[in-house]
């Protein structure tokens, strides 16, 4: 009668620890690949994604735009985090299917840097030469479009809606 309890109680507890062994167990974590912090494709613009990416810089160009972005770190930052609320705002009205709600609050997280973001890009632009200038003038504009049509994260380009939950 011992034994069998002693063999009862060891199973139980190789069983809990089993369990638990299973539950504690985390997904292998992705190697950073820094694809995300590098601007994505090998854009020449750092957090720019594709933006830029065909413009043919010259090394000099490059070192002059790293200084302009350089310049204007804190003051990016620091519009981020001003805008942050009203992104928080946008995701939860989006969430809770207020269109109105969510467009009124990324139209003021935009607005939050403007200012800021417009003399960057005057400065970078510059920099370039004609040639880049048009290219330049041409990927801003198809970057506002494809943001005016929802084009961002996910969303369907041409509906400016949001993706269906799963």
Do not use: C
């Amino acid at each position: 009668m011992l034994a069998r309890s002693l063999a009862l109680g060891a199973m139980m507890l190789v069983g809990v620890a089993g369990v638990s062994a299973a539950q504690s167990q985390t997904a292998p974590a992705k190697p950073d690949s820094g694809h995300y912090r590098r601007g994505g494709h090998g854009g020449e613009f750092r957090g720019r994604g594709e933006f830029g990416r065909d413009l043919n810089l010259t090394e000099a160009q490059k070192t002059q735009i790293k200084a302009i972005r350089q310049k204007y770190q804190a003051q990016n930052q620091a519009a981020r985090t001003q805008a942050k609320p009203f992104i928080d705002a946008a995701r939860a009205a989006r969430q809770k299917g207020d269109t109105a709600a969510f467009r009124s609050n990324m139209e003021k997280a935009r607005q939050v840097g403007q200012a800021t973001r417009t003399q960057e890009m005057a400065e970078i632009r510059a920099v370039l030469t004609p040639e880049q200038q048009a290219k330049f003038d041409a990927q801003k504009k198809a970057m506002e479009e494809r943001g005016r049509k929802g084009g961002h994260k996910g969303w369907k380009k041409d509906a400016g809606t949001p993706p269906a939950k799963q």
